[in-house]
């Protein structure tokens, strides 16, 4: 019902900057919360950033904390992730993700969301 692609992923060296972004398609984009997260070669998915429906309440992983900014363009169906300073450690596929159970939900974990992209594959070389 809710069909999420990520793009904007790539090869960036450290204390470079990406933007990713997740183009929505289904239903009313709006009333979902959206998020980010990543996962590493061999390590489980986690939690990056999420943004609440109407874009007024954003959390973010103390590891991106600073450096890394959501946000959402809800006329362009579309969630955006800044990363600035990046860290071989940020290197991961990522995925964006989308709920209807609330803000909440989204900070919780990969278990709490209801849609997922196929994920964009972001390189930090050192």
């Known amino acids: 019902q809710v069909q999420l692609v990520e793009s904007g992923g790539g090869l960036v060296q450290a204390g470079g900057s990406l933007r990713l972004s997740c183009a929505a398609s289904?239903?009313?984009?709006?009333?979902?919360?959206m998020a980010w997260f990543r996962q590493a070669p061999g390590k489980e998915r986690e939690f990056v950033a999420a943004?609440?429906?109407?874009?007024?309440?954003?959390d973010y992983a103390d590891s991106v904390k600073g450096r890394f900014t959501i946000s959402r363009d809800n006329a362009k169906n579309t969630v955006y992730l800044q990363m600035n300073s990046l860290k071989p450690e940020d290197t991961a596929v990522y995925y964006c993700?989308?709920?209807?159970?609330?803000?909440?939900?989204?900070?919780?974990?990969?278990?709490?969301?209801?849609?997922w992209g196929k994920g964009t594959l972001v390189t930090v070389s050192s």
């Open positions: 993700a989308a709920s209807s159970r609330g803000f909440g939900a989204t900070v919780s974990g990969p278990n709490g969301m209801d849609y």
């Open positions: 289904g239903r009313t984009f709006s009333r979902y919360a």
């Open positions: 943004i609440s429906w109407s874009g007024s309440r954003t």
